[in-house]
């Protein structure tokens, strides 16, 4: 069993950086892939990165590629999304998430986070 705790929402301007952490609990999440997703008000779950176990393979959506990078820290069980030139489009609750078969679809993973609010205004 895994639980996941994300930080480091919060509201930035356009152009900022804000940098979320994931923090897992339980042996094994060294040994799952992991990603982040966000939603938007009214809008559906969307994938944003994802990061396989071993930290060597890095996935990201077109539209923050070059702005936003994953990361994790097996050794103390926390992944992480830096996220610079922040756009207000962006603006969405973020969930991290562990164990995919398919990094793409959030049907396919097995533990999720309760999510942490990004807010950028413009």
């Known amino acids: 069993q895994v639980q996941l705790e994300e930080s480091g929402g919060g509201l930035v301007q356009a152009g900022g950086s804000l940098r979320l952490s994931c923090a897992a609990s339980?042996?094994?999440?060294?040994?799952?892939?992991m990603g982040w997703f966000r939603q938007a008000p009214g809008k559906e779950r969307e994938f944003v990165a994802a990061i396989s176990w071993t930290g060597a393979s890095t996935y990201y959506i077109d539209s923050v590629k070059g702005r936003f990078t994953i990361s994790r820290d097996n050794a103390v069980n926390t992944g992480y999304l830096q996220m610079n030139s922040l756009e207000p489009e962006d603006t969405a609750v973020y969930y991290c998430?562990?164990?995919?078969?398919?990094?793409?679809?959030?049907?396919?993973?097995?533990?999720w986070g309760q999510g942490t609010q990004v807010t950028v205004s413009s």
């Open positions: 339980g042996r094994t999440f060294s040994s799952y892939g």
């Open positions: 998430a562990a164990k995919w078969s398919d990094y793409r679809n959030p049907r396919t993973y097995g533990y």
